[in-house]
């Protein structure tokens, strides 16, 4: 399947995260089958508590458009999406999500606050998650357990 290698390319960005010594989280949104944003986390590094992968990928996205909005915009994260994240997703009108690994502690779609499932949630996007999980969950474990 073509589209693969947009969650090989964020995991390939989550990796990069963990040698800079952030958390191994890579995002990348596409747009007709292209690439027009892609990062991965950086809050150390920008001392920036918002520097999500997501967030940035995001961003950069929006000003190759030149719009707020998203719309027909694919996102790929290697993490289940955090509540803010989770809202940016929606405020973009993001149209599909895909992540590969879940994260029952800070996640916000299929855990936790469940951001898109709340009565007042402006916009719904089309939800995949697992794609790559096994990878990508091995990039955080690894992470983690070398700061132990």
């Not at 989770?86 to 149209?95: E, F, K, L, T, Y």
């Amino acid at each position: 399947m073509w589209q693969l290698q947009f969650m090989d390319r964020a995991i390939a960005l989550a990796e990069e995260a963990a040698l800079a010594g952030e958390v191994p989280v890579g995002a990348v949104v596409t747009r007709n089958g292209e690439v027009i944003g892609e990062a991965h986390n950086a809050p150390r590094e920008t001392c920036d508590p918002t520097a999500h992968a997501e967030i940035l990928a995001l961003r950069r996205a929006a000003h190759a458009l030149g719009s707020d909005r998203l719309a027909d915009c694919e996102l790929w994260v290697t993490l289940e999406p955090c509540a803010m994240c989770a809202g940016a997703i929606v405020h973009a009108r993001i149209d599909k999500l895909y992540y590969a690994a879940s994260d029952p502690k800070g996640g916000a779609v299929e855990h936790g606050a469940r951001v898109f499932e709340q009565p007042g949630c402006l916009h719904r996007p089309e939800v995949y998650s697992g794609m790559g999980e096994a990878r990508a969950g091995e990039v955080l474990r690894e992470f983690f357990r070398q700061r132990r």
